[in-house]
């Protein structure tokens, strides 16, 4: 009873990790990039003549947000994948990874 138990803890673990970097990811670029065509003024509807859809800041602030922490999730997996191609071992100390030679 505890391989099975062990197996499925395992098993939802792998399952997170790869709803959060394989579908977390673009949903997260996905979400930036509807932010930044409503902080551009912008929607994907047609107005008769004469409306103005007036552009918000707080669009293009969400929008950098999501973008950046796509491209730092990003660079982190790159970063992840030289080091241990170096001999190098990650550590997550806090929030900040470490890397440190084996």
């Not at 800041?57 to 796509?70: E, H, K, Q, S, W």
């Amino acid at each position: 009873m505890d391989q099975l138990l062990a197996a499925l803890d395992g098993g939802w673990r792998v399952l997170l990790v790869g709803m959060l970097l394989g579908a977390g990811l673009p949903t997260m670029f996905a979400f930036g990039i509807r932010a930044l065509a409503w902080g551009a003024g912008g929607e994907a509807e047609v107005h008769a003549d004469g409306v103005v859809l007036k552009p918000h800041l707080a669009g293009r602030v969400i929008a950098y947000t999501m973008f950046t922490l796509v491209i730092l999730a990003v660079l982190l997996g790159i970063a992840y994948i030289v080091a241990h191609g170096l001999g190098w071992t990650v550590t997550f100390n806090g929030v900040v990874p470490v890397f440190t030679p084996k």
